[in-house]
T-cell receptor
Framework: AQKVTQAQTEISVVEKEDVTLDCVYE???????LFWYKQPPSGELVFLIR??????QNEISGRYSWNFQKSTSSFNFTITASQVVDSAVYFC??????????????FGDGTTLTVKP | ETGVTQTPRHLVMGMTNKKSLKCEQH?????MYWYKQSAKKPLELMFV???????ENNSVPSRFSPECPNSSHLFLHLHTLQPEDSALYLC??????????????FGPGTRLTVT
């Protein structure tokens, strides 16, 4: 069985601060995929990143960066110089390798990020 | 461009009504999903369809009945719902290709209120 834990339910920061959202996962598979999604107040989840279990390189996309560490089963997400528009609920998700569960993702409970001006 | 559309966006129904939610994806994907999002359980997978075949039913009560006539359309038929079924219902789609699973693309959701 797979499980995703986002221990931070809510985070509040002031604009321009850096913030890290934690994600810890559990799986028995050696091949799996990790995702982050953003859900702004409008409600529609937006895909941010997909990472497979064999690629432990960190990734940076503008103000966003992701740190994947298999040794600690974590896939953390950092926003640098946060902005008010970053306010949203962020979900981490895990999918195991294709098979009977192809396409099925397990989502964490989400972290609500509020960035104050 | 709106890849995944859902109608209606808001729905209020009584417990004895029958209604349907519609989802359409314009992305050429072969997998489609229904999720329920409520305050108590942020994102619950309900059903998965792959090439029009149901591959996952996450112990969903029979008052929710999905239908997938083709890879682009997904319906959720509702009947004799309970107030606790009030939630945001999200539809999503994803490619089914070698090298997956791939990310899901979500619609804006239908906000359902059961009175």
């Amino acid at each position: 069985a797979q499980k995703v834990t986002q221990a931070q339910t809510e985070i509040s920061v002031v604009e321009k601060e850096d913030v890290t959202l934690d994600c810890v996962y559990e799986t028995r598979d050696t091949t799996y995929y990790l995702f982050w999604y953003k859900q702004p107040p409008s409600g529609e989840l937006v895909f941010l990143i997909r990472r497979n279990s064999f690629d432990e390189q960190n990734e940076i996309s503008g103000r966003y960066s992701w740190n994947f560490q298999k040794s600690t089963s974590s896939f953390n997400f950092t926003i640098t110089a946060s902005q008010v528009v970053d306010s949203a609920v962020y979900f981490c998700a895990l999918s195991e390798a294709p098979g009977t569960n192809a396409g099925k993702s397990t989502f964490g409970d989400g972290t609500t990020l509020t960035v104050k001006p | 461009e709106t890849g995944v559309t859902q109608t209606p966006r808001h729905l209020v129904m009584g417990m004895t009504n029958k209604k349907s939610l519609k989802c359409e994806q314009h992305l050429g994907h072969n997998a489609m999903y229904w999720y329920k999002q409520s305050a108590k359980k942020p994102l619950e997978l309900m059903f998965v369809y792959n090439f029009k075949e149901q591959t996952e039913n996450n112990s969903v009560p029979s008052r929710f009945s999905p239908e997938c006539p083709n890879s682009s359309h997904l319906f959720l038929h509702l009947h004799t719902l309970q107030p606790e079924d009030s939630a945001l219902y999200l539809c999503a789609s994803s490619p089914t290709l070698a090298g997956g699973p791939y990310e899901q693309y979500f619609g804006p959701g239908t906000r359902l209120t059961v009175t």
